[in-house]
């Protein structure tokens, strides 16, 4: 029926639309090459509409053919393996071309094999290493073997089997451990105490590691518990370390290089390493296994520097350093080491936008600005050391498009001679040759199909389509392209962008609630600038008798630093008015847009902004249901909360919290949270339901059993369904629905 609503047919069709219903509908959405070593040809995979297809293209020759025969190659593999398979259905996904193109190398299952492209013999020569060997690292030379035994680090020798203990003063919470465990590793083992991978970073001559001793005796821990363990009655408590914003009792990693054939150690002068979240740092060896860098970042995060330490001394020095006022935006450093760190291409926000500057590495010196305009730099592609040229993508250069899309540039390291090499108005993902000669551009957006062409590096010229992504089964099933939009900020001036979905069956003559997907973390935007046949929840949940919408506002990332810095020691307010705005100019546009009954969802910080947005704007947004929620960000993470809310914690944690405002709840709101929730713990939720008890709140919770931090799957997305359904529509849903196919956020 035209224009239902929350109905049992609309509740089929927008199954329909759900992630495993429609994703398999679009073929060859994405082509990415598998460069054959250093050389321009590459294999990619071709979907057929009955199979797959695996070609083999020459750049430099303008050829594309089918990388093997596929009827030879299905028939010696049925032998091999016996069970028969057909040319279009080979058992794999990717290959590896060896001994000069002659034989090819793939798994099945967890074998591997060698095929003859001569004779077309296949045999197995193999298995694949069982995940335990992931606690082990080899040197490059695959002659030693790095592990951890009762808490200390050894090298075990692959040809003999000598083993040698490189540390004698590792201890329990102080070890050589290469990162924390978390809940999902637990529960997965079954056991409180997993074996974790050792700290080793081999050195490209392999006479060397740097390691650190991970200390986690001053560490705060959290505690979730898995209330119906499957083969158990009783329920399992799991302790791990998390840091929360304003601690002092943090993990910390005490940097050492060990030198393998002297059986000496020497320590990295630096202070102990912040360990704020669960990983641990990283170290990068330079070719010639004398120095390595790793990137530094001050608490509070106000200061970053790359620093380069000499293997022979421990000593350290600053390469690249950046300072902030108010934060330095971590997700959008970017460095490359040229002639191994003589110079350093580094990114900084120091005029504004995100640009790329030259720096004479041995000196530690910025010598001159590359790029510059009101534009972003969003990462180094490629660059060329001998032309002395950078390949980088930017957004926002190219005047009248959405200032998000990424296209790829060419610029001397001297900062001249830009030149644009995608030029279509899309987004476009780039894979480069390893010689830097050619890359693969595939370009989309929410409302045009993916095209996928191999591009000549040194204009941009198309060499040949590769592929247009064949659409024809998802439109047969209803599917409409979203529509993308602009907008004005609440200050009636600054451009903002969101995305708008309508359901397949709109009658322009009804009144249509208006549902929101919300997540502003300001390390990064959210609204999405390629094609997908599923984007989230939004189509499915328009189908049911929503106009449904994600707009990224003032405070989230990518644009300039003013744009990005709102949200500082800000992340209540979320951009929140701006989206506001937005969908009050929508609505101006769109007459069937009812803004009497405007709902909201998310999950994490969208949890909590879902939240925030009912208790602090009631006569806008009536229902909310929110997932995973830092309602109180005293309560998350220290690693990302400090960034944005400051360090050390002011008034302003406590005025932003959810647990705060609790007595402001006015609309209809549903909580829910995964019990064994490690990245956002459980009680963050619990103390706002404790909040809103105490304010005589009446509210909607559920805690599901044994879930970790996304709470996707067909139970919960009914229950969100069912609830904008019964609250915006006021219609009661169908009676049990169940949902046949996974779902996810």
């Not at 706002?688 to 059993?705: Q, R, T």
Request: glycine share 8%.
């Amino acid at each position: 029926m035209k224009g239902s609503q929350g109905t049992l047919e609309d509740y089929q069709r927008a199954e329909q639309f759900l992630e495993p219903n429609v994703n398999h509908l679009v073929r060859n959405e994405q082509v990415t090459p598998n460069w054959i070593n250093e050389s321009n040809r590459f294999s990619y995979k071709r979907q057929l509409p009955d199979g797959k297809q695996f070609l083999l293209v020459d750049a430099s020759q303008n050829t594309r053919e089918p990388a093997f025969d596929h009827e030879r190659l299905a028939t010696a593999l049925s032998q091999a393996t016996g069970v028969e398979c057909t040319a279009v259905d080979l058992p794999f996904e990717r290959f590896e071309f060896v001994e000069d193109g002659q034989a090819i190398h793939f798994v099945v299952g967890d074998a591997r094999y060698d095929c003859n492209l001569t004779n077309y013999e296949c045999c197995q020569i193999g298995q694949v290493e069982s995940p335990s060997r992931e606690l082990e690292r080899t040197s490059p030379d695959g002659k030693w073997v790095a592990f951890l035994q009762d808490h200390n680090l050894f090298v075990r020798s692959v040809e003999s089997g000598e083993v040698i203990e490189l540390s004698d003063d590792g201890v329990g919470k102080y070890d050589y451990t290469a990162s924390l465990p978390s809940p999902p590793t637990m529960v997965d083992a079954g056991t409180q105490h997993v074996q974790m991978p050792v700290a080793a970073f081999w050195s490209p001559d392999s006479k060397r590691i740097v390691s650190y001793r991970l200390d986690q005796r001053s560490a705060r821990t959290f505690t979730v518990v898995q209330s119906s363990p499957p083969n158990q009655l009783r329920p399992i408590a799991y302790t791990y370390a998390y840091a929360l914003p304003g601690e002092i009792g943090l993990t910390k990693a005490e940097p050492v290089i060990f030198d393998v054939e002297n059986r000496t150690s020497i320590p990295v002068q630096t202070e102990p390493l912040n360990l704020l979240y669960y990983g641990g740092p990283t170290f990068t060896w330079f070719a010639d296994s004398q120095r390595f860098y790793y990137r530094y970042v001050e608490r509070g995060g106000r200061v970053a520097q790359l620093r380069e330490v000499d293997a022979n001394s421990g000593k350290v020095r600053v390469l690249v350093e950046e300072r902030g006022d108010l934060y330095i935006n971590t997700w959008n450093l970017i460095s490359r080491f040229l002639d191994e760190g003589a110079e350093i291409i580094a990114s900084s926000e120091r005029d504004g936008w995100n640009h790329l500057y030259f720096h004479d590495g041995k000196a530690g010196q910025m010598k001159h600005q590359i790029t510059k305009g009101e534009w972003v730099v969003r990462d180094i592609v490629h660059v060329d050391e001998n032309a002395r040229q950078i390949y980088f993508n930017a957004s926002g250069k190219e005047k009248g498009r959405d200032p998000y899309l990424r296209h790829l540039y060419r610029i001397n390291t001297d900062g001249t001679d830009l030149q644009l090499l995608t030029p279509e108005d899309a987004e476009h993902t780039i894979h480069m040759s390893p010689t830097g000669e050619y890359f693969v551009d595939t370009y989309s957006r929410p409302d045009l199909a993916p095209v996928s062409v191999l591009r000549r590096s040194a204009d941009g010229e198309v060499v040949m389509e590769l592929e247009r992504a064949d659409i024809e089964r998802l439109l047969a099933t209803g599917w409409q392209y979203p529509e993308a939009f602009k907008a004005k900020a609440r200050d009636g001036k600054t451009d903002i962008y969101g995305i708008i979905w309508r359901p397949s069956n709109l009658d322009p003559s009804r009144k249509y609630p208006v549902v929101e997907e919300i997540y502003t973390g300001p390390h990064g935007f959210f609204v999405p600038k390629t094609f997908q046949a599923y984007l989230r929840m939004s189509q499915a949940i328009a189908e049911l008798g929503f106009i449904t919408v994600q707009i990224d506002g003032l405070g989230t990332n990518k644009r300039s630093k003013a744009f990005n810095d709102f949200s500082c020691q800000n992340l209540g307010d979320g951009g929140i008015p701006d989206h506001i705005a937005a969908l009050r100019q929508l609505a101006d546009e769109y007459p069937y847009i009812d803004l009497d009954r405007v709902g909201i969802w998310g999950g994490s910080a969208g949890g909590y902004d879902s939240t925030h947005a009912l208790l602090t704007n009631p006569e806008f947004y009536k229902v909310a249901v929110s997932t995973s929620g830092n309602h109180d960000h005293r309560l998350d993470k220290a690693s990302w909360v400090e960034t944005w809310m400051g360090f050390p914690l002011g008034e302003h944690y406590v005025e932003q919290s959810n647990v705060t405002l609790a007595h402001k709840l006015k609309g209809k709101l549903l909580l829910a949270h995964g019990e064994l929730d490690d990245n956002v713990h459980l009680s963050s939720t619990l103390q706002l339901v404790d909040a809103l008890i105490k304010a005589n709140k009446d509210f909607d919770l559920l805690i599901m059993p044994g879930r970790f931090h996304g709470l996707g799957g067909p139970y919960f997305t009914r229950k969100r369904w069912d609830y904008f359904v019964k609250h915006l529509l006021g219609i009661d849903p169908p009676d049990g629905y169940q949902i046949g196919n996974e779902a996810s956020d």
